[in-house]
């Protein structure tokens, strides 16, 4: 079962026009929210991200936060699966022609739909995850989630083109992000993480890593990573709500330290593991 500007039917039912402004012009927000044991992660942290793409595209949130969690909600129970993701999708509608200004009088597009929640291999620990790097081509609003994904959709076929998991975006010398997930290094015993910024995605899983960090006496640091820092990285780590945290074993074909998943990524990835078990299938909503 779907939403649909409204209503609720089987996917096989829902019907889009080819002059939705999400087709034409990736005109559009959205968002993904992981859902453990039925509980949906963080939805007011998601929905606060997605309302923050909204207002940067200059698109009015069709939908109350209360709203947006009963549709939640509803599609959480009514598809099968304890572990889901919700997958939303706002676009600025379908008008009668195609022309690139804002239409008028047009009511957007409001798609949400529940998948399986895939989540990497626990295996993946033992291995880490080969990644290539390219130059961060894309547009300097990285802080938006807009279905505009085309620069990321090609950096990210690098990678699988490479047979490796990730491609790992660098702009003017620093670290920027993975093309769908959030990167970490640590140096000497350092977490180190790129700031916020217009130049990156803010993770909901970014954030939980250096809270975990935090709870748990690791030391870190925020600040701009030199693409040289990374190269000589002791561990380098990608995070995002399906990958969760993976440690980063090659670099464009050069081991990452000792080529084996570093004691931190291992520490981390068993706090991580514990707060899915204890905080997102538990008590916290
Ligand atoms: N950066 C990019 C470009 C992404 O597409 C994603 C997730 O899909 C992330 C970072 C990680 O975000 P989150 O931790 O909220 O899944």
Redesign the pocket.
Known sequence: MIYLNGHYMPIAEARISPMDRGFLFGDGAYE?I?VYSRRPFRPDE?LA?LVHTLDGIRLANPLSLPQWRAVIEHLVSGNQGEDQSIYIQVTRGADVKRDHPFPKGVPPTVFVMSAPLVTAAPELLQTGVACVSAADNRWLR?NL?TVSLLA?VLLRQEAVDAGCAETILFRDGFLS??????IFIVRDGLLLAPPKGHL???????DVVLELAQKHGLSYEVRDILEAEVRAADEIWM????KEVLPVTTLDGRPVGTGKPGALAVAMYSWYQDFKRTVMRGAES
Do not use: D, Q
């Open positions: 993904l992981p998601h991200r990285c989630k990321n992000e993975g093309a769908a997930s959030n990156m995605l803010p993770g909901i899983t970014y995070t995002s709500s399906t």
